[in-house]
């Protein structure tokens, strides 16, 4: 199997409470600690990577995160998904190119930019387009920023939802969903759901997958988490 189909099986016949936990790594060093960790697939986030690379979140040129999705993926045998905001205003066609080259077997595109959302129509036609270059190479997860958004309203986001589905999604992710919306947005949505978890705190995978997830992922939490310990030992070395 490829690795693509790899990371899709992944996502399917999953028991409530056993979601599949995706890592994010920023750079080749934590992909391989997570890999050695025993983590099946990752999910690179583009914040985090913003990070490491010294630019804010949403401001990484487009050549730099490819690059760094490259490093990623080349340091490491298991499936890597990629977050790229909102495609970076490139045709479906090169996007799609562009995260083959870089090896990588998913990603994330969201359904806002410049802080507005996006027409959710104008969006499932674009998510249709990335879909049809992609064919099964690559696994689409449809970001719905609704509640990122301050537009906290699950009806508009299980429409989206299932727009997006409709157009070839593979998966649904309301970002910042609130914990009690879950089962909710598990009713309404068909296929795989993609939740936040906070690294250390709130509820655990496990839980978030009894409320209906089907998978967790931590976006840019690990990075900085990591940036916070590195600061306390960098303090200690100063005594």
């Known amino acids: 199997m490829s690795k693509a189909g790899t990371f899709r099986a992944l996502h399917h016949g ?61 340091a490491v045998d298991v499936p890597v998904s990629a977050d790229v905001e909102d495609g970076y205003g490139l045709a479906p066609k090169e996007l799609v ?9 998913g990603c994330n595109l969201e359904d806002s930019a410049h802080g507005v ?21 690559l696994f689409v997860n449809a970001r719905v920023d609704t509640f990122v958004r301050r537009v906290p309203d699950v009806a508009e986001t299980i429409e989206r939802a299932r727009l997006y589905v409709a157009a070839g999604a593979d998966c649904v992710y309301p970002i910042l969903a609130p914990v009690d919306a879950l089962p909710l947005l598990r009713a309404g949505i068909e296929g795989p759901l993609n939740a ?15 409320r209906g997830a089907t998978r967790i992922t931590f976006g840019p939490g690990l990075q900085q988490r990591a940036t916070a310990a590195l600061r306390e030992i960098a303090e200690a070395l100063r005594r």
Do not use: C, N
Not at 16 to 22: A, C, I, R, S
Not at 196 to 209: C, D, F, N, R, T
């Open 117 to 137: 959302l996006k027409d959710p129509h104008e969006h499932a036609g674009r998510l249709a387009e990335v879909r049809a270059a992609a064919g099964d190479l």
């Open 196 to 210: 936040i978890a906070k690294v250390g705190e709130g509820p655990s995978p496990a839980e978030l997958g009894v």
């Open 14 to 74: 999953r028991a409530p409470g056993d979601p599949l936990v995706l890592p994010g790594p920023w750079d080749a060093a934590s992909a391989r600690a997570l890999a050695d960790a025993g983590f099946p697939a990752m999910a690179i986030p583009s914040a985090g990577v913003a990070a490491a690379l010294g630019y804010a979140d949403g401001q990484t040129p487009v050549d730099e995160m490819f690059a760094a999705v490259a490093r990623i993926a080349r």
């Open 97 to 105: 190119e562009r995260l083959l080259e870089a090896g990588a077997v």
